[in-house]
Structures are given as C-alpha cells and as structure tokens.
C-alpha cells in the first residue's frame, strides 16, 4: 500500500519561498509520476504540477514561472518550491500519485494528507 | 485550460436516495474523467476514472457516465458515508482542472 506524507513549514512570509517534501512509503518513487495539488476556499482545488524521476516535469502555466518540483530517489521523496509567494498561496497542499496501467495515467489514486501552508507576515 | 462546471453547487437528500451529480467541460475531453469523494479535513479520495471504471475498493453504487463534454455520478441508494463533497477533474490536456464541487449533504 503506496503511502504519502507531505511535510514542510506551515508558515511562510510574503515574497518567500514554499518549500514542501513528500515522503512516499510502500513503493518505489521511481516506479510512478507524482504530482502536487492544492486547496483553498477561493481557488478550489488546483494541480501545479509533476515529475517523472527520470527529470521530465510539467507545470501549470499559472504557477510555471514559479515552481519548481524535484525528486530525490536515495530518499524517496519529491519536494516542491514555490517562489515569491502571496497570501493568495495560502492552501492545503497535497501531493498525490499517477497511477501506470498499459500507459500512464493522469488521474490520482494515493494522496498525502495535506499540509496547510498560511502566507502571513 | 479546460474549465469544469458542476451542477448542482449543493444538493440535499436523504438517505436511500438516488442522486445524480452532473460535470460539464468547456470542450471535448473524450473520457478523461476522474470522480473523487472529499470529507472535511481529508484529502480527496478517487472514486471513478476514465468517465465510468470504478476505483478497485469503491461500492458499487457509485457509478460515471459520459463521454466528450458532459458527465455523470450517479449514487445509488444514499448511505450515510457517502455525505461528502465531489469534483471532477480532467487530464484531458494540460492543465488538468477540477470541477467547483458538489456539496451532498443531509436533507
């Protein structure tokens, strides 16, 4: 059973950076894509990207300018940074798994918990 | 971006109801649909992909139809744990997108 943890500072400063890590248990992170989502009142739910361990990434357009997403396989762990944050990141944020059968799939089968992440000075 | 419209915001009902929740998207994504069920506090949980396949553990009366731009869940028979909020979501084209949810709670 593939198991999600995210972890990180639940409180970030305007203008900072986010950085969240995704500890993934019962499985190998190579053998998957991972993503991070969030959640907040005002946004709903909103993907804001992946990774493949082999380095292929994608990110949605509105954050791409400011997200970066990584993965250490010695840990098994993928992070996310965000830069420059505002009060509009404050969220929950969820990392999540794509499931391979046959082919990819672009759907999320396992989630972390959620972390919430509050930008206040 | 492919934007997802669900209907309705809120929907109540009691138990042993037959409820239907509807995802619109903006232009054809075959059927690359996900349904997920999300209770307060908890992260969303996959319920149905690719429009109609039910996730492995997921009830049978949970079911998904639709293809191109409309969608369907369907619940059979209401049970208690089954109050909760549902999106949508496509991985039609990047971005992938979520529907607004669709809150089902107790008449």
């Known amino acids: 059973q593939v198991q999600l943890q995210e972890s990180g500072p639940g409180l970030v400063k305007p203008s900072e950076t986010l950085s969240l890590t995704c500890s993934v248990s019962?499985?190998?992170?190579?053998?998957?894509?991972w993503s991070w989502i969030r959640q907040s009142p005002g946004k709903g739910l909103e993907w804001i990207g992946y990774?493949?361990?082999?380095?292929?990434?994608n990110y949605n357009p509105s954050l791409e300018s400011r997200v970066t997403i990584s993965i250490d396989r010695s840990k098994n762990q993928f992070s996310l940074k965000l830069r420059s944050v505002t009060a509009a990141d404050t969220a929950v944020y969820y990392c999540?798994?794509?499931?391979?059968?046959?082919?990819?799939?672009?759907?999320?089968?396992?989630w972390g918990r959620g972390t919430l992440v509050t930008v206040s000075s | 971006d492919i934007p997802m419209t669900q209907s309705p915001s809120t929907l109540s009902a009691s138990v042993g109801d037959t409820v239907t929740i509807t995802c619109r998207a903006s232009?054809?994504?075959?059927?690359?649909l996900a349904w997920y069920q999300q209770k307060p506090g908890k992260a969303p949980k996959l319920l149905i992909y690719?429009?109609?396949t039910l996730q492995s553990g997921v009830p049978s009366r949970f079911s998904g139809s639709g293809s191109g731009t409309e969608f369907t869940l369907t619940i059979s028979s209401l049970q208690p744990d089954d109050f909760a909020t549902y999106y949508c979501?496509?991985?039609?084209?990047?971005?992938?997108?979520f529907g607004q949810g669709t809150k089902v709670e107790i008449k």
């Open positions: 999540a798994r794509h499931p391979y059968s046959n082919d990819w799939s672009y759907y999320f089968d396992y």
């Open positions: 019962g499985g190998s992170i190579s053998n998957s894509k």
């Open positions: 990774i493949y361990y082999i380095g292929d990434t």
């Open positions: 232009q054809s994504i075959s059927s690359w």
């Open positions: 690719d429009a109609s």
């Open positions: 979501q496509h991985y039609n084209s990047y971005p992938w997108t």
